[in-house]
């Protein structure tokens, strides 16, 4: 018996002292190995970290990768980030392929882009708001929301078929900023009848030279109705939408806002068709 | 990782190898009943040394053909190839005792002989199965081992954070327990 407890811990102990030895055996050839991988490899760019678009497109957000270099490195991660997509939509490649291809503006932007355009839009004095579910809620935005209307006394006019989104907008505005301003000064709700909002949904950035007026249209929502992406609107549909939305800030509020170049007497418009059903909140 | 200080480590239980074959270099083998106790324990340890630097040969010489060869290495499943080793020892015990050989002459007793082979036996399938299980926690330590550590990059990243290089010295250690048992019973039965 004694023997056989002896042949135990022998066994035992040797067991654990080759495990030891033979990890650490390892442990110096991977490095042996590894040392002179290093040596022979010339240093790798910076750009070879970047595992995927969304690194990239950071990265190029926080100007630690430009020009060249960020395009170079584009080219390299494009394919894998296609055929993911393909992959995750249930497409082919080439019908992913005839998206990008057929996109012929570059100017879509998400809602980052558009709480930054917002920030630094020159001599922005107005904001008209158009949609089901706005965005000035979410943290990207409200941050641009609270900024402008302290620093830049923007005013902010929603165009809404009810009055949930903006007295929570409102009441959140009033705790973070209320102290500094009055908010009810700087935002303002129209109600519309709900037909109106089956529509996406556009933004209106009034500038103090009403000929540098700019607008956004939505251009995908997610199932829920919040913003995605939206797009550059042209020059006409500025110019519609304006028109057609200016009547009920105008009577709503008694102003009398700019007109535009070369505007001529308009045929009732919508407000004369829908000025009974619109109801100024506030 | 300091590498410095588990080389020194390893110098010093080479060194401890070195010396126990210069101690055991008195060819105690030779020796039919060993003169001194210092003798026994010399002769003892004369074996298991050679059985340890066997055992570091025939792994190391194992994994180098596979890397060579370039076959599917899997350097995570050594631990559990040691467990088959170790299996394949103690069967041919089992073929020793069932041939009639002179096999483990201190158990007397040739049922008690069979247990404890089988016992060792089962002992290695046990321990192979756990074996398997540390190589799967090998596996999941980074996504890109999902179909195993074999590469000797792969091995490196492994050997290089401190839960990897445990798991490896488990996995070697659970392999060369049954292995060692066996073996090292038999070099007592001289």
Redesign the interface.
Same mark, same amino acid.
């Given at each position: 018996m004694s023997t056989f407890f002896l042949v135990l811990l022998v066994a035992v102990l040797m067991s654990a002292a080759l495990a030891y030895l033979m990890t650490y055996l390892l442990v110096f050839t991977a490095w042996v190995m590894g040392k002179k991988k290093r040596s022979a490899r010339p240093a790798k760019p910076w750009t070879d970290e970047l595992s995927g678009l969304k690194d990239l497109l950071q990265a190029l957000y926080e100007g630690k990768v430009q020009g060249s270099q960020a395009l170079k490195k584009f080219g390299e991660l494009l394919p894998r980030h296609l055929e993911k997509i393909a992959i995750e939509q249930g497409r082919s490649i080439s019908d992913v392929l005839i998206d990008v291809t057929q996109m012929s503006e570059v100017n879509v932007s998400g809602v980052q882009e558009l709480a930054r355009e917002q920030v630094k839009f020159p001599g922005l004095t107005e904001v008209w708001v158009f949609a089901r579910r706005p965005v000035d809620l979410e943290k990207n935005f409200y941050s641009t929301v609270c900024s402008n209307i302290v620093e830049r006394f923007v005013q902010y006019y929603y165009f809404q078929s009810d009055y949930q989104f903006f007295n929570q907008l409102r009441d959140r505005l009033k705790k973070d900023i209320g102290n500094k301003i009055d908010v009810d000064n700087y935002i303002h709700c129209i109600l519309l009848p709900s037909l109106f909002f089956l529509v996406p949904g556009f933004g209106l950035l009034i500038t103090e030279d009403i000929r540098h007026i700019k607008g956004k249209t939505v251009t995908r929502i997610a199932e829920d109705g919040t913003i995605i992406q939206a797009q550059d609107m042209s020059p006409s549909q500025i110019r519609e939408a304006y028109l057609n939305l200016r009547p009920f800030v105008e009577q709503h509020y008694h102003r009398i806002l700019p007109v535009l170049e070369g505007e001529r007497p308009q045929e009732p418009g919508l407000y004369q068709q829908i000025s009974d059903y619109s109801a100024k909140v506030q | &990782?300091r !590498?410095s200080g588990?080389?020194v *480590? #390893?110098v010093i !239980?080479g060194s401890f190898l070195g010396i126990l074959v210069f101690l055991g270099s008195k060819n105690p083998a030779d020796l039919g009943t060993p003169a001194t106790f210092f003798d026994l324990v010399g002769k003892v340890f004369w074996k #298991?040394i050679l059985?340890?630097l066997v #055992? $570091?040969f025939a %792994? =190391?010489f194992v994994l180098a053909l596979r890397r060579i060869g370039d076959f599917p290495t899997e350097f995570g499943r050594t631990g559990s190839d040691l467990n088959l080793y170790g299996y394949g020892i103690g069967l041919s015990f089992v073929f020793g005792v069932v041939v009639g050989r002179r096999v483990l002459s201190?158990i007397e007793s040739r049922e008690l002989l069979l247990l @404890?082979i089988v016992g060792v036996l089962l002992l290695s399938y046990l321990l192979y199965g756990i074996n398997l299980f540390l190589s799967r926690r090998i596996r999941e330590l980074k996504a890109d081992y999902s179909r195993g550590v074999d590469s000797?990059?792969d #091995? =490196?990243e492994v !050997? +290089?954070i401190p839960a990897g290089?445990r798991l $490896? &010295?488990?996995s070697? @250690?659970l =392999? @060369? %327990?049954p292995t !060692? *048992?066996i *073996? %090292? +019973?038999d070099i007592?039965s001289d």
């Open positions: - | &990782m !590498l588990k080389f *480590i #390893l !239980l #298991l059985t340890a #055992l $570091i %792994v =190391g201190w @404890f000797e990059t #091995l =490196g !050997l +290089a290089r $490896i &010295m488990w070697f @250690f =392999g @060369f %327990v !060692l *048992i *073996i %090292v +019973a007592f």
